[in-house]
């Protein structure tokens, strides 16, 4: 019976990042006969920018962000059925703060061959050039919208980072960038050091590093762009 192979098929964080890519992914795809992808339209799109000759109906896809029961059936199946399979995130690394994960998950305990391909991982982009600790290090995902539990939720990450001497690193939705910055300017100790990495792997990148005080006088606008932030007391 043929084993199954999953390929984690990276996608470029910013729409003119493509060159941020492997050259070796195309063969992966070439290889694939099902898709399980967080955003069908985008994904279809940038199959076909790296492989132009692709025809797109010649291929299954599926929505990983409708974790039900038939998506999972139709999972397994194609496991059982030894199907090479293609798991592609909206952005970045498939698996890493990414619902594929729960896929990945079902092919480890089904036995199949899973394969991680090299590609942008924003969160790791952001920590090589913070310039903070990269030995030990916390991904927390997002922090709370509501402005108390917002504040807790800071005035926690940089008390536990000042203990273990950890990296905490967050995410918010990039319409609320600004609020977050300033809530971390705010509730942060003066001298606790806050990253924060801006369209990543687009030539509109920028990463800078200061304190919660240097901060205080720096005018960026952060509003609708992608960003990853960085904090260690």
Excluded at 32 to 38: K, M, P
Excluded at 52 to 72: G, P, S
Excluded at 167 to 180: A, M, V, W
Aim: net charge neutral; with cysteine; aromatic share 8%.
């Amino acid at each position: 019976m043929a084993i199954s192979t999953i390929y984690l098929i990276p996608a470029p964080l910013a729409e003119d990042g493509l060159n941020s890519l492997p050259s070796y992914i195309p063969d992966a795809v070439k290889n694939c006969s099902a898709f399980y992808v967080e955003e069908e339209r985008t994904a279809r799109r940038y199959l076909k920018k790296i492989w132009k000759e692709m025809v797109i109906d010649d291929y299954r896809w599926y929505n990983i962000r409708q974790q039900d029961h038939e998506l999972v059936s139709a999972f397994k199946a194609d496991i059982a059925a030894g199907t090479t399979i293609g798991i592609i995130s909206e952005a970045g690394c498939p698996g890493v703060a990414d619902p594929g994960q729960a896929l990945v998950e079902i092919a480890q305990e089904a036995g199949a061959i899973v394969k991680p391909l090299v590609g942008p991982s924003s969160i790791l982009l952001a920590l090589m050039a913070s310039g903070m600790n990269g030995q030990q290090f916390r991904f927390c995902g997002y922090l709370p919208v509501d402005a108390q539990q917002r504040a807790k939720a800071i005035q926690k990450i940089e008390a536990d980072s000042a203990k273990e001497n950890c990296t905490q690193i967050f995410i918010e939705t990039p319409y609320r960038n600004n609020q977050l910055l300033e809530s971390l300017i705010k509730n942060c100790r003066p001298d606790t050091k806050i990253c924060v990495a801006v369209d990543l792997t687009s030539k509109d990148e920028w990463v800078k590093t200061l304190s919660a005080k240097q901060w205080k006088g720096m005018n960026k606008e952060l509003h609708k762009h992608p960003a990853i932030f960085l904090l260690l007391a």
